[in-house]
């Protein structure tokens, strides 16, 4: 079964620096794979999204992910960390050809700092 | 654009008695997701439909079933809760193209708490 790792539950990032989360997944067949974003109390929002286009996928709100076959990795970046990005960040995996169902990490607490 | 919509967003019972969910999925969305977040943790899949059929099921209690109806909104009922049952249940709905499902869209979850 599909799978994704998410390393770490916090990571503390001062406005203005590099935001870098990382995401490695585990899947026998070619992968999709998502980063949503949790506000508090409130539903998943899609960032972006990886379905076997461009390696390099840019999203909303100025982050971009790079799938990295090699390394089973789909790390998400975004080059500026602003306050409004304090929030939850889930990696998510689903099977090409499969139901579509989604498998997500543990998620990944970003505190910015002012 | 219209989003996914859940109902009722907060829910409270007790333990032993039932409670239903309704989602009304994105306009021309064809397939209806269910998942399930314990607090503090991720989102684990429970059951999904497609065009008002059971296309794949997950970690679901027995004491819960769904079902989706023919203008695709879908309702998620759970029976005998328990205590452990407490969580944020969230639907998602997605559109097919050639047979193809690709982004999630997410409703913002009713908040199931079990007293």
């Known amino acids: 079964a599909q799978s994704v790792t998410q390393l770490g539950s916090h990571v503390s990032v001062s406005e203005g620096a590099l935001v870098l989360l990382r995401c490695n997944y585990s899947?026998?067949?070619?992968?999709?794979l998502f980063w949503y974003v949790q506000y508090p109390n409130q539903g998943l929002q899609l960032l972006l999204k990886?379905?076997?286009?461009?390696?390099l996928v840019k999203g909303i709100n100025g982050f971009e992910a790079e799938f990295k076959k090699s390394e089973t990795s789909f790390h998400l970046t975004k080059p500026s960390a602003h306050m409004s990005d304090a929030a939850e960040y889930f990696c998510?995996?689903?099977?090409?050809?499969?139901?579509?169902?989604?498998?997500f990490g543990k998620g990944i607490q970003v505190v910015v700092i002012p | 654009a219209a989003g996914v919509i859940q109902s009722p967003r907060h829910l409270i019972k007790e333990k032993r008695e039932t409670a239903t969910l309704k989602c009304y999925p994105i306009?021309?969305?064809?397939?209806v997701y269910w998942y399930q977040q314990g607090p503090g943790q991720d989102p684990q899949f429970l059951i999904s439909?497609?065009?008002?059929?059971?296309?794949d099921k997950g970690s679901i209690p027995d004491r819960f079933s769904a079902q989706q109806f023919s203008d695709y909104h879908s309702e998620l009922n759970m029976s005998s809760l328990e205590l452990g049952d407490s969580a944020l249940y969230f639907c998602?709905?997605?559109?097919?193209?050639?047979?193809?499902?690709?982004?999630?869209?997410f409703g913002p979850g009713t908040r199931l708490t079990v007293t």
């Open positions: 998602a709905s997605s559109r097919s193209l050639a047979g193809v499902s690709y982004e999630q869209y």
């Open positions: 899947s026998s067949v070619p992968p999709y």
């Open positions: 990886y379905t076997s286009a461009a390696t």
């Open positions: 998510a995996v689903s099977v090409r050809g499969g139901n579509n169902r989604l498998a």
């Open positions: 306009p021309r969305h064809d397939t």
């Open positions: 439909f497609y065009e008002k059929m059971q296309s």
